[in-house]
Each structure stands twice: as C-alpha cells, then as structure tokens.
C-alpha cells in the first residue's frame, strides 16, 4: 500500500508539472552588464484549463549549495549556470556585501493578515512566516502566462539562501547557459496549508518540480539596457 501511495504521488507531481512550466525567452543571447544590476525576465505559464496557486519568489534565487527545502526556501527557484554542460558552483564572496534586509511586517499588519484570512494561531513566530509565505503566492488563471522579473548582478550573486554574496568564476564576452530549477515538495507545503484553506477552493496548490528551458548569456562591460 505504501509503494502505491509513493506512485500516486510521483504521477501527480508530474502531471501538476506538465501543466505549469518556466519558459525563458530565447531569441537572441541574454547580455548581462558585468557586476551591473540587470533585470532577468522570464514567464510563468498555466497550460492547463485549471486554476493554480504557486509559491515563488520573484526577489531572488538560490543556488545548487543549498539542496534542503524548507522555509525560508520554500517558493524560491535555484539559478544554474553552465559552462557547456558543465554545472557550475559559485564560491564565497564577500562579507562586506550583505543584503539588505527585508521589511518585516508590524504586529498591526500581521493582526490584519490573521483576521483576513481567518487564521487561529496568534504566534508572532507563525503567523510571520505564513505572511511571508502568502507573500509568495503567484494566481494563474486557466492557459494564462505571467511575466516575472528579478534582479541580477552576475558574476556577483547575492543568494536569498545564502549569508554574504557569492561569486562565479565566469569571464566577460564568453557565452554561457543558465536555467532555472523550482521544486516545491509535497511533504513540505503541508506546513502550509491552514495558510490556503480559507481561500478560493478552486485553485490548486503547485507542488512537484519545474525546469525551465537553458538559455545563452554573456557577461559584458558595456552599460545593458
């Protein structure tokens, strides 16, 4: 019985995945200005007649280092960088770069989001990360495509998992490929769910693996539109 619910899982995650994909425009090859703040837009697409709900965030990327999915990396979708096939690992940067940290609710804004959302728990803790997590939510309707944008400065990579900046050892007007990956577990969005209950019952909640298309990029000196 075990080894069937392990299938019915399997088949579920990958029909839920065959009807949401990430798709990265390419059309020409991606130019990123060299330690320049970029925009990097891709789509979110519904194939499907259904109506979805999908955790991700738009602010930034993980990276291949962090392979553990679990808040606060639940919804964020790792950045790959190839160089020909190869996966590339980017190494420490520096400390001197931290992010900025982000806004944190008020207690006002969290009491406002409980009682929204009909939520009982009164945890300060709790319902933090629940608004964080609902922060994350993308709605997609029926066949409807979404166009995201998130900020890159590329060799540099200021991880959202990781403390610090990175770096990859790429160099500039050399063309490289990157691709997106977003794996939300099953297991894992469970934690969750009291978040979604109360809401629409006709959308359904992404969970499963997205891999979007490899695409070309260049590093270059030269100021990118």
Known sequence: MKNIW?????????????????????????KFGSYENTSFCYDIRNKSNNYYKILFETAGFSTTENE????????????????????????SGSDALQKKSKEVPTRKELMLFRKDNKLKTKDISELNLLYKINKRMITLSPNETKAVCTNISLPLYNSSADIGSLLYEIKNDKEYMLQLHLNI?????????????????KYKI???????????FILTKENVD
């Open 6 to 30: 392990l299938i019915f899982v399997l088949i579920s995650n990958t029909l839920f995945s065959q009807e949401l994909e990430i798709i990265i425009p390419e059309d020409k090859v991606i």
């Open 68 to 91: 553990t999915i679990d808040f606060p990396y639940v919804g964020l979708a790792d950045l790959r960088v190839y160089n020909d096939q190869k996966l590339l690992t980017p190494n």
């Open 206 to 216: 992404f969970s499963g693996t997205l891999i979007s298309n490899k695409v070309s």
């Open 185 to 201: 577990p099953k297991e894992i969005l469970r934690k969750y769910l009291n978040i979604f209950k109360n809401q629409s019952k």
